[in-house]
């Protein structure tokens, strides 16, 4: 499991913004620095169009409590993690200021809150953006993925400060995927034009961990719309490491996810005893 030392405060209160941008150190990667400390930035931006109409998703209840305080007490959970930055819905910053203090948190943890931006890449941008120097390693984490257990925190914490730059936790595939080809017309069937090998498919979760730099170099390089930062440092030329994944780590997209998060919330509950 990992752990370190509590860095020097930059902002330590519960709910402060920091609006100050961050020199990133290129000189070394996190693996020559085996104590590099960790730092989770949290995209809660999106507006959850997929999950139906309603509060930003992210502010959307999960066993009465908002789906953001679940993600950022997963990334807190873990020794390892000393700060979490939550890139907040563009007008919601205040009000997930407040509700970071109206929850109970690790004091041992700093929160930082900052506002997003149009797309994903932009909310990780802007988070990135607010890290003090001192954080060498770098979880990025869906506020969308609620329930991800601390051990793949912790996993892959572990992989990025044993040397991989860019480190995804991951899933086999349960359905056979196909690859398509828009329909010649709008409405009529796609052409299926491959069936890619299901036993070399995974399906990527989050946190994803990185070495800063190279992260800071991705979002600087890359500008093709992506849908994870992974994919960025895949961009780059660079090695992407896949760790275990776990089934708990799904993201809350549409309705029935929101069904199924409920049921794994009251099933830990049963069985915390609370
Ligand atoms: N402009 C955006 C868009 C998305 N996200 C965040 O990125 C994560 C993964 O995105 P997704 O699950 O697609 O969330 P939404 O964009 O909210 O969903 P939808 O596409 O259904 O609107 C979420 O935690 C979401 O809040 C973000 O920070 N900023
Ligand atoms: C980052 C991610 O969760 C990895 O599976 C995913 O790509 C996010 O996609 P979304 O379309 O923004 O939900």
Redesign the pocket.
Known sequence: MSDESRPSPTETSAGTSVETSAEVSAEASAADRPHARTAAV??????????GPGA???LRALGGTPMLIH?VRAMAASNGVSLVVV?A?PDGAGEVKSLLDAHSLPERTDFVVVP?????Q???RLGLDVLPPEYDIVLVH????PLVPVDTVDAVIDAVREGAPAVVPAVPLADTVKQVEPAAVPGEPEPVVATPERARLRAVQTPQGFDRATLVRAHGTVTDDVTDDASMVEQLGLAVVVVPGHEEAF???RPLDLVLAEAVLARRRLNDGF
Do not use: F
């Open positions: 949290i995209p809660a931006a999106g507006r959850g169009v997929r999950l930003p998703k992210a993600a890139v819905p997003g931006g149009e797309t994903r932009e909310s990780v869906d506020a969308a993925r993201k809350v997209t």
